[in-house]
């Protein structure tokens, strides 16, 4: 990664493939950001709205700079163009440029009913 470590906050749904998209992005580079799930608390939605300017998700800020609306691969992008990380040949581990598939919502179904969880090692998750 590069030096300045970016101050993030990224306004996600529970099981959303644009926003598994975005973890995916920060797990690859293994940056450290604040999740506000959007779904679990209304009042972050509202957050997400007033910051934004709109009610689509996901928005990503990053260093005071508001992303919205925005997939995994725009996020890998906007950072890469403002130094904010060195390019990286790895894999992701979830696709970053798409919605879920009915069989990955009938998993994310599965995994809610019985307690999994989403978020990833580097993330602090505020409900």
């Given at each position: 990664?590069?030096?300045?470590?970016?101050?993030?906050?990224?306004?996600?749904?529970?099981?959303?493939?644009?926003?598994?998209?975005?973890?995916?992005?920060?797990?690859?580079?293994?940056?450290?950001?604040?999740?506000?799930?959007i779904?679990?608390?209304?009042?972050f939605?509202?957050?997400?709205?007033?910051?934004?300017?709109?009610?689509?998700?996901?928005?990503?800020?990053?260093?005071?700079?508001?992303?919205?609306?925005?997939?995994g691969?725009?996020?890998?992008?906007?950072?890469?163009?403002?130094?904010?990380?060195?390019?990286n040949?790895a894999?992701?581990?979830?696709?970053?440029?798409?919605?879920?598939?009915?069989?990955?919502?009938?998993?994310?179904?599965?995994?809610?009913?019985?307690?999994?969880?989403?978020?990833?090692?580097?993330?602090?998750?505020?409900?």
């Amino acid at each position: 990664m590069a030096k300045e470590t970016p101050e993030i906050t990224a306004y996600l749904k529970t099981f959303c493939g644009w926003s598994e998209g975005v973890r995916a992005v920060f797990r690859k580079y293994g940056i450290e950001y604040t999740e506000k799930d959007i779904i679990k608390n209304p009042a972050f939605r509202w957050e997400m709205e007033q910051k934004s300017g709109q009610p689509l998700s996901p928005c990503v800020v990053v260093n005071g700079a508001m992303l919205a609306d925005v997939s995994g691969e725009e996020v890998e992008r906007w950072m890469l163009s403002n130094g904010l990380l060195e390019e990286n040949d790895a894999q992701p581990d979830a696709p970053i440029d798409s919605a879920c598939s009915d069989e990955q919502h009938a998993a994310m179904d599965a995994a809610a009913r019985f307690g999994g969880h989403a978020g990833g090692a580097n993330v602090r998750i505020v409900e």
